[in-house]
């Protein structure tokens, strides 16, 4: 039986039951409307996470716009390669875990 983040309260429970047991949230199941993917986030983190463009994708703003100030800069581009790389390294252990970045984005 596999276990699913509830895009509500971020808690796990069971994919096959309809709702959230936690905070009552349908389950929605994969591929719905606005959700994230975890193969674009990859993408996104490898080709330009030095500029933040994976942290824009996943709605996690602030630390993107830090991200690109600093790339604009040759001594803030080795930060943000190095920040890049440990979010690169993050996403790799939950390879192909959807669920792990729609909980990402859904955080406030």
Same mark, same amino acid.
């Given at each position: 039986?596999?276990? #699913?983040?509830?895009?509500?309260?971020?808690?796990?429970?069971?994919?096959?039951?309809?709702?959230?047991?936690?905070?009552?949230?349908?389950?929605?199941?994969?591929? *719905?409307?606005?959700?994230?993917?975890?193969?674009?986030?990859?993408?996104?983190?490898?080709?330009?996470?030095?500029? *933040?463009?994976?942290?824009?994708?996943?709605?996690?703003?602030?630390? $993107?716009?830090?991200?690109?100030?600093?790339?604009?800069?040759?001594?803030?581009?080795?930060?943000?390669?190095?920040? $890049?790389?440990?979010?690169?390294? #993050?996403?790799?252990?939950?390879?192909?875990?959807?669920?792990?970045?729609?909980?990402? $984005?859904?955080?406030?």
């Amino acid at each position: 039986m596999a276990m #699913i983040y509830c895009y509500e309260c971020g808690k796990k429970f069971s994919e096959s039951a309809e709702k959230c047991p936690h905070c009552g949230a349908p389950n929605r199941g994969k591929g *719905g409307a606005g959700e994230k993917q975890w193969l674009i986030a990859f993408l996104l983190c490898l080709f330009l996470g030095a500029w *933040g463009a994976h942290r824009f994708y996943l709605k996690q703003t602030a630390s $993107a716009i830090v991200m690109l100030i600093l790339g604009l800069t040759i001594f803030g581009l080795v930060i943000t390669w190095v920040w $890049a790389l440990v979010d690169l390294i #993050i996403l790799l252990c939950h390879a192909g875990d959807d669920n792990y970045v729609n909980k990402i $984005a859904k955080r406030k």
